[in-house]
């Protein structure tokens, strides 16, 4: 295969870039009054417009040409197959055999891992139902109410953004508090507010290494500890999430409260598998299982349809348009719904630790752009802030808007307001405002001409800013699932196209190897020379700040 920027579909599109970047999307829309009725594309309850997007129909083909020359369709078999497609760790990639309702089996080294997972969901269920009807207790016979979920990066943001996003199916049953981060003021903030004797820990971490989460459990055992709590009664009050068996059981966790994970499902990936148990703890395990299906019905589309329909697909070779053709430099999602206000946390883990590489699978130097920087916020808020930039700084910075079409417990002027604005913003990026209408505008409001031309350049919007609108019926746990396995199967497609690994995550490594190493130094451990000077004076001078 030639290299990618070699290929024939990318000289293509190199001159294509050329003649588009020429052209004004409000005159497409002028000129052709079909353009949305055939740019658009519906699946699993999603619909698509992309045609507010710099692409003729020769870009598009050119693009999806460029897909099936890359072997998209053959990787995707690979990763569903369970092929080693994760070659620098020397894993399978699964996390589609977790919400897999097909009843085939999914083989990984020649065993399937079907039964497993399928075991495991049980499980899921089982706890989640005694936690629920207040058959599982706390040590002194109170049911269980509250929940502290400790984890960090995709052992937390799934569970936290889909318990968040889908607020309205919440149980009454128990509450869900996460934390992440080892600033030891948020763990000490969660558990304030706790009562030791009707809470259960939840502590998920695929490796059971992970420097924050260990530290976390272990402050929260040590309350649970000095609140009253024996070491005997730990049992019902730590359940742990992870593939590391032993690791946990050593920790403490009781084996029989140990959820099980799988090397082949990568950390951000892992929201469909034990990983999800606050998911189930907090919206009942039918919603969970509704999550799957979900993804599931993107996860057969994604294998199926055409690339003119296939939802990932097209917004993968969207993306690769924009970064690798136009400069752009970072996507901005923009939910247009208070509750889906995470997604763009979640998409930027998955998308910026799948893509942000350098090499490709076989270890060359990548001579052109890969991930973008994603980012983003909830609409309408943005809209008073970072749009600005969005509408008349430099360069391109596509846009997701995402809205469901109906929203429940509402006024209705409420959500015709937020519809509003997102339809709004996206078509005011389209098309812009021309110098010569700010002129007019000013000129009816009287000014003189020396005004007018002064202002009028400052108004002036250029437009030809692209975006996808992404719309649902509802937000429920079926479209949430479609919507998160729609961008996992986005970020592969891409992956593929630029050649790279989205599986590993070698760059987080170091950072976590100094980090340790500091905190030797810190506490005195640590010889003062393996530290550079700058490094050295930080250290002495936390030392000094907080010497006895
Ligand atoms: O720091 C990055 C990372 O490795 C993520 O990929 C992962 O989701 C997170 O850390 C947590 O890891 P673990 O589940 O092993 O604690």
């Excluded at 703890?281 to 294998?303: I, P, Q, R, V, Y």
């Amino acid at each position: 295969m030639t290299t990618l920027t070699e290929s024939a579909q990318w000289q293509t599109l190199e001159s294509l870039a050329q003649l588009v970047k020429k052209e004004h999307m409000r005159n497409w829309f002028a000129g052709d009054e079909n353009r949305a009725a055939e740019m658009n594309a519906e699946a699993c309850g999603i619909y698509i417009d992309f045609s507010k997007n710099r692409v003729t129909k020769d870009v598009l083909k050119a693009l999806f040409d460029l897909a099936d020359e890359r072997g998209v369709a053959q990787h995707r078999d690979a990763m569903f197959n369970g092929d080693i497609i994760n070659n620098t760790e020397g894993r399978a990639v699964l996390h589609t055999a977790l919400r897999n309702f097909s009843g085939q089996s999914v083989m990984v080294d020649g065993e399937d891992v079907m039964p497993e997972v399928l075991a495991t969901l049980e499980k899921i269920e089982a706890f989640t139902h005694s936690i629920h009807s207040g058959e599982h207790k706390g040590y002194t016979g109170k049911a269980i109410k509250h929940i502290v979920a400790i984890g960090i990066g995709g052992s937390f943001l799934g569970p936290k953004i889909m318990t968040e996003a889908l607020k309205p199916y919440q149980q009454d049953a128990v509450k869900v508090h996460f934390v992440a981060n080892v600033d030891g003021c948020h763990i000490t903030d969660v558990l304030a507010e706790m009562d030791h004797e009707d809470t259960l820990i939840v502590m998920s971490s695929k490796s059971f290494s992970t420097q924050e989460t260990l530290q976390n459990t272990l402050t929260a055992k040590d309350w649970f500890l000095k609140q009253g709590g024996k070491q005997e009664d730990i049992a019902k009050h730590f359940v742990a999430v992870s593939s590391n068996v032993k690791a946990a059981t050593e920790f403490g966790i009781a084996e029989e409260n140990i959820f099980p994970m799988w090397d082949w499902v990568g950390g951000r990936y892992s929201l469909w598998s034990a990983i999800g148990l606050p998911i189930s703890l907090c919206l009942g395990f039918a919603n969970f299982k509704g999550l799957l299906e979900g993804a599931f019905a993107m996860d057969e589309h994604f294998k199926s349809a055409p690339n003119e329909q296939n939802l990932p697909v097209i917004l993968a070779v969207l993306g690769i348009w924009y970064r690798n053709f136009f400069g752009a430099q970072s996507h901005v999602m923009l939910p247009y719904y208070h509750y889906l206000r995470g997604l763009p946390a979640y998409v930027q883990q998955l998308d910026m630790e799948s893509n942000g590489k350098m090499v490709t699978q076989d270890g060359d130097a990548i001579g052109y752009e890969t991930g973008p920087i994603i980012w983003g916020s909830e609409g309408t808020n943005g809209q008073h802030s970072f749009h600005q930039l969005i509408h008349q700084g430099h360069g391109v910075i596509p846009a997701d808007f995402l809205l469901p079409l109906n929203v429940p417990n509402q006024d209705d002027t409420h959500h015709a307001m937020l519809a509003s604005n997102c339809f709004g913003q996206a078509q005011a990026l389209m098309q812009g405002k021309s110098f010569d209408d700010c002129y007019a505008d000013l000129a009816d409001k009287g000014l003189d001409e020396a005004e007018r031309k002064r202002l009028a350049q400052h108004k002036t919007m250029p437009g030809n800013k692209p975006s996808n609108t992404i719309l649902f019926e509802k937000l429920d746990p079926f479209t949430l699932g479609a919507l998160v396995a729609m961008y996992e199967h986005k970020v592969f497609v891409q992956g593929v196209i630029w050649q790279l690994n989205s599986f590993d995550q070698w760059g987080v490594e170091l950072g976590k190897v100094l980090g340790n190493q500091v905190l030797a130094g810190i506490q005195g451990n640590t010889e003062a020379e393996t530290f550079d000077s700058s490094t050295q004076d930080l250290i002495n001078r936390f030392k000094q700040a907080n010497a006895p």
